[in-house]
């Protein structure tokens, strides 16, 4: 049983037409008329990473009646721009790295909540910097 429906507007195939099966897995299944419920408590329009996020967390907090709305595929519009992207470090602001972390642990976590494959690989990053980058002196 899934925390939240989806509901996806998209009667095409889920597959992807370049053989990328990770779509097809986070998409939900085709359907020829998607079925809206009637009522809902909480609608959230948009399954990219924001809507698919306030989905989520209000299901895991035990909104029992949320329901998110797809055009297309989740993720498919300008979320997928960001795959890869994202950082721990690099803030000056201690709430924007507790929400870094926060979010690295959720997506480390996320599969084995879900059953569902996240494509998450934590593979670190190095940044390496010269005298003269970091001064402007040799």
């Known amino acids: 049983m899934s925390l939240f429906e989806v509901i996806s507007c998209?009667?095409?195939?889920?597959?992807?037409?370049?053989?990328?099966?990770?779509?097809?897995?986070?998409?939900?299944?085709?359907?020829?008329e998607p079925q809206v419920p009637k009522r809902a408590r909480v609608v959230v329009v948009g399954g990219g990473i924001i809507g698919c996020s306030v989905a989520y967390h209000l299901a895991h907090m035990g909104c029992k009646d949320v329901?998110?709305?797809?055009?297309?595929r989740l993720t498919s519009g300008t979320t997928w721009h960001a795959a890869g992207l994202m950082v721990c470090f690099g803030s000056?602001?201690?709430?924007?790295?507790?929400?870094?972390?926060?979010?690295?642990?959720?997506?480390?976590?996320?599969?084995?909540?879900?059953?569902?494959?996240?494509?998450?690989r934590p593979i670190g990053r190095i940044t390496a910097f010269t005298v003269f980058a970091v001064t402007g002196r040799a």
């Open 67 to 72: 329901v998110l709305l797809e055009r297309d």
């Open 10 to 32: 998209n009667s095409s195939s889920a597959a992807d037409p370049k053989g990328d099966t990770r779509a097809a897995r986070l998409s939900s299944a085709p359907m020829s």
């Open 92 to 120: 000056t602001s201690e709430t924007s790295t507790e929400m870094r972390k926060y979010t690295r642990d959720l997506y480390a976590r996320l599969e084995a909540e879900t059953g569902l494959a996240t494509g998450f």
